[in-house]
């Protein structure tokens, strides 16, 4: 299976992120990810960060995907909170 990032687009409630996911043995699906204006502007999430939320959320959806997961998902203040402490705890210091 493949994840591939397609894009963004700009919307009036904030940005969404489009991925195709190739199977082989299945057909293509297309999901998108919509991440508020307001994560933005309050500095939950920085613009070059969004796509990375979005794709380790689908792959650890789809690794346990038991029935069709939705083609659209709102990210939510929960994700992104789960987001800044996995980042948080991976980063060491070089100093």
């Not at 933005?40 to 997961?69: H, M, R, S, V, W």
Request: charged share 35%; with cysteine; hydrophobic share 30%.
């Amino acid at each position: 299976m493949q994840i591939q990032y397609v894009g963004f687009q700009l919307k009036a409630h904030g940005r969404d992120y489009t991925y195709r996911v190739i199977d082989k043995q299945a057909e293509d699906r297309e999901f998108v990810f919509s991440i508020s204006n307001r994560a933005f502007a309050d500095n939950q999430l920085p613009f070059q960060e969004a796509a990375g939320l979005c794709y380790q959320k689908l792959q650890k959806a789809l690794e346990t995907e038991e029935k069709p997961l939705p083609r659209r998902t709102t990210v939510s203040d929960q994700d992104l909170e789960a987001y800044r402490e996995s980042r948080r705890s991976g980063r060491k210091r070089s100093w």
